[in-house]
């Protein structure tokens, strides 16, 4: 069997990782500005992240969510307290899109309501009702086209005042800081005004912390640093730093019902393990701390350099856009192939950093330094 061909990869096979540092199988390093797509949070391989899964591997690697699973209860209380949302309640599913498929369906069940608001270039996802509410036609199938979402311009409040006062939508679904649409960032005034009609109109706000939340933006949360609290909080990526797992964070005033919600996988003892031990490095190496200050270092070297095509560099924490006047296409390739380090990308213009949260100022250095080579 061939494998179905929808990657266009890269020629590289990475073999191993120590924090922001990858080797391919000929032996060559590389420094990480990627974090496998901003999911590699406390660093690849970090020895107490090994330790907590290959250890709990030798006790117990999966049973169902039919029995007692304390390892998911510890993991509620640990999230709740370090993220500040202690009266929330945790659902654990295994993706990103799971999560948000599961935030909408929670406010549907909760209206009554089907009809979905989401961002201009918004992404929250490949399946049915996550890939409806991602603003990209060519990943939208026919059968996930089912007219359930209004895709609306970023910080209008008006647009969306007069979407909401029709007095029929489920949600609002956003990400604080877009990644795929291209660190584009909500402003909190528009925010705060979303969250007054969302009340006013019972219409559920749900933030997509999938890849700006769990530490990446300086705060654990994107929306933290906007002064709103949303209903629903969707997070994965980061939370077990490449061990699959999503989770789905609820507020108080939703109801759970017995048989609503479910998932085989979900909240399974090997995730649940790895993600005590994420919070435990999160907390113990103050990676939010770590990501606030090495992220705002690196936004201002950059900024400093004065790199030719560089047109903007914006963002928080360590998800940073450089936005250049020339395709991100060759500088990418060269950055990987000449300079030994990977960044991500958006649209046709954008690199996208999102580094493991404990990247170094020596190393945000040494990625300048290969930047100014290629440019
Ligand atoms: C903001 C956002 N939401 C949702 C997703 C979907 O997550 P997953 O690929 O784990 O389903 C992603 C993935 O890139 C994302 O960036």
Request: charge should be negative; proline fraction near 4%.
């Amino acid at each position: 069997m061939e494998l179905f061909d929808v990657y266009p990869l890269m020629d590289v096979t990475i073999a191993r990782g120590k924090g922001c540092t990858v080797w391919d199988t000929e032996g060559q390093e590389y420094l990480d500005l990627y974090g496998g797509h901003a999911v590699i949070s406390v660093g690849h391989c970090h020895p107490h992240y090994v330790e907590a899964i290959t250890g709990q591997l030798q006790k117990l690697g999966f049973y169902s969510n039919s029995v007692q699973n304390s390892l998911q209860k510890e993991l509620a209380r640990r999230l709740g307290k370090v993220c500040g949302y202690d009266d929330y309640s945790l659902f654990l599913i295994n993706s990103g899109a799971e999560a948000n498929e599961n935030a909408l369906k929670l406010a549907s069940f909760y209206n009554g309501r089907t009809r979905v608001l989401s961002l201009e270039k918004a992404f929250h996802g490949r399946t049915s009702l996550a890939v409806e509410a991602t603003n990209n036609p060519k990943i939208i199938a026919p059968i996930n086209a089912n007219g359930h979402v209004t895709y609306l311009p970023l910080n209008d409040i008006r647009a969306w005042e007069q979407e909401i006062e029709k007095g029929d939508v489920c949600a609002c679904i956003l990400e604080c800081i877009q990644g795929v649409g291209g660190i584009r960032m909500v402003e909190a005034g528009f925010l705060q005004a979303l969250r007054k009609l969302c009340d006013e109109h019972n219409t559920v706000l749900i933030c997509d912390e999938i890849q700006c939340g769990y530490g990446r933006s300086g705060k654990f949360f994107a929306h933290q640093h906007l002064g709103v609290k949303p209903d629903i909080i969707t997070v994965a990526k980061g939370i077990c730093n490449g061990f699959p797992m999503g989770a789905v964070l609820i507020s108080p005033k939703f109801t759970p019902v017995y048989g609503q919600l479910g998932t085989t996988f979900g909240g399974n003892h090997l995730a649940c393990a790895g993600a005590l031990a994420v919070l435990d490095i999160i907390e113990s190496e103050r990676l939010v701390e770590n990501a606030a200050e090495v992220g705002e270092y690196l936004i201002q070297t950059i900024r400093d350099a004065q790199l030719p095509h560089v047109v903007e560099v914006r963002g928080r924490g360590l998800m940073i856009g450089i936005e250049l006047d020339i395709p991100y296409k060759e500088p990418r390739q060269r950055l990987v192939c000449e300079q030994h380090c990977f960044t991500g990308c958006s649209g046709t213009n954008v690199l996208r950093l999102l580094p493991p949260l404990c990247l170094t100022k020596a190393e945000a250095d040494s990625f300048v330094e290969r930047l100014k080579a290629v440019l």
